[in-house]
């Protein structure tokens, strides 16, 4: 047997040897860290894709104890380094293009189809929070060009794309995806706004790619981010993961970021108990919307 099948044997071997179970004490200190750093809550019923995600790393690594990997992750800078690797491991990126196409279609009825026609051309800003791949900045991008084409208006749309996953971010700033992955979006989007690279991989076109900027962002740091008023703010399967003061606290952040008269637009159902008094909630079905009022003049 060569070197590297013994290596490999070695490796798999290694892989496959069970790791040490995680008790009550450490479910929480992982918890706690996640909650802490992310915002994120982690109910106990959710302890195997805990252990799950954490397992596979700590193999990777060559860890068998939970609370050995927990010192190593929450040691100083190098913790810190290996954090950035883990986060991506814990966080949840399931998204689509086109993947709430109601929501969609409001933003065009209500906002797009009414911008009124103008010498300068329309500056529009867009924030997608909580971003993950890139599908729903990109679906937003897609959304805005159809419609200005439509209708002929001119302006600078500018979409910018958060997560706290610099992989997650790496993958949208790429814009690649597998045909699979193209199957929501509508007719002629493909051909129009993709790229065919073979081998069943298509990649956004340049034009598009570059209206989308994508940076990362915690959304527990939100006071520190230095955004220009948004004509929209989309928040969509991000807040679901927080507990209800954190949610409450983000969104009154949020509404901070819109200008008078913009958009926060959340997944339908998805919060029910939280109201803002410079917002008033558009009556559109199916959707869950909020608009920005002008801000009351001090007197
Ligand atoms: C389920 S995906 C939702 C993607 C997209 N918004 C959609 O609806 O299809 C949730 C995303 O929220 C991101 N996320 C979770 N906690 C975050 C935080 N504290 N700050 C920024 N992004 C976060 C995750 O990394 C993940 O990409």
């Not at 703010?233 to 209800?244: A, E, G, M, P, S």
């Not at 969104?251 to 339908?268: I, Q, S, T, Y």
Request: hydrophobic content about 40%; glycine content about 6%.
């Amino acid at each position: 047997m060569t070197v590297a099948a013994q290596q490999d044997r070695a490796d798999k071997v290694w892989a496959r040897r069970d790791l040490a179970p995680m008790d009550a004490y450490e479910f929480r200190q992982w918890s706690e860290l996640l909650e802490a750093r992310t915002g994120i809550s982690l109910p106990e019923k959710r302890k195997s894709f805990l252990l799950s995600n954490l397992s596979i790393r700590m193999r990777e690594l060559g860890y068998q104890r939970y609370r050995d990997y927990f010192h190593y992750v929450t040691d100083g800078r190098r913790g810190m380094v290996e954090w950035e690797i883990l986060v991506d491991r814990l966080t949840v990126h399931e998204t689509r293009f086109y993947r709430d196409p109601t929501a969609l279609q409001m933003l065009r009825e209500i906002w797009l189809d009414r911008l009124p026609a103008s010498e300068r051309p329309h500056q529009l800003r867009i924030w997608s929070v909580g971003c993950a791949t890139g599908e729903e900045p990109y679906s937003l991008a897609m959304l805005v060009d159809d419609a200005l084409l439509t209708r002929g208006v001119r302006a600078y749309p500018a979409i910018t794309a958060t997560d706290i996953s610099a992989a997650a971010l790496a993958t949208g700033r790429e814009g690649i995806y597998p045909a699979n992955r193209l199957v929501n979006l509508p007719e002629g989007f493909r051909g129009r706004y993709f790229r065919d690279l073979g081998t069943n991989r298509y990649q956004v076109k340049d034009a598009l790619r570059e209206r989308v900027c994508f940076a990362r962002l915690n959304l527990l740091h939100l006071e520190r981010t230095p955004l220009t008023p948004m004509d929209v703010i989309y928040c969509q399967n991000v807040l679901i993961y927080f507990r209800k003061p954190q949610r409450q606290r983000i969104l009154d952040r949020l509404v901070a970021h819109l200008r008078p008269g913009g958009l926060l637009v959340l997944g339908a159902g998805e919060i029910t108990d939280w109201s803002h008094p410079e917002t008033a909630i558009v009556d559109y079905p199916g959707t869950l919307v909020f608009r920005r009022s002008a801000p009351r003049s001090e007197s």
